[in-house]
């Protein structure tokens, strides 16, 4: 059973770069499952895909966030990372990684990011 776990700091500041690692276990983010993507959910409102990296190592992102986001891979340590630069209070939410696109099989537990202004 793959398992996903979100990791970084919950506190921000407004212009400064957000960064997030996601650690999974029970599988391989390079041999196991093609999408694994990164989903926000803001106070309030609904999820929100942010992109995704697939098991050949290409990237995806949702174009309104696309000019602030990289999705990277630690392959050796079966982790993928979320960067998102520039941020304002706007970014403040509940970010989660999880295993698919559009259709998920398993989610991180999800680790509430704040941007300070």
């Known amino acids: 059973q793959v398992q996903l776990q979100e990791s970084g700091p919950g506190l921000v500041n407004t212009s400064q770069t957000l960064s997030l690692t996601c650690t999974v276990s029970g599988g391989s983010i390079t041999t196991s499952y093609y999408y694994w993507s990164w989903i926000r959910q803001p106070p309030g409102k609904g999820l929100e895909w942010m992109g995704a990296?697939?098991?050949?190592?290409?990237?995806y992102y949702t174009p309104s966030l696309k000019s602030r986001t990289s999705i990277s891979r630690h392959a050796s340590k079966d982790q993928f990372t979320l960067q998102l630069s520039s941020v304002t209070p706007e970014d403040t939410a509940v970010y989660y990684c999880?295993?698919?696109?559009?259709?998920?099989?398993?989610w991180g537990q999800g680790t509430q990011v704040t941007v300070s202004s």
């Open positions: 990296i697939t098991i050949s190592g290409v990237t």
């Open positions: 999880a295993l698919g696109r559009g259709e998920y099989d398993a």
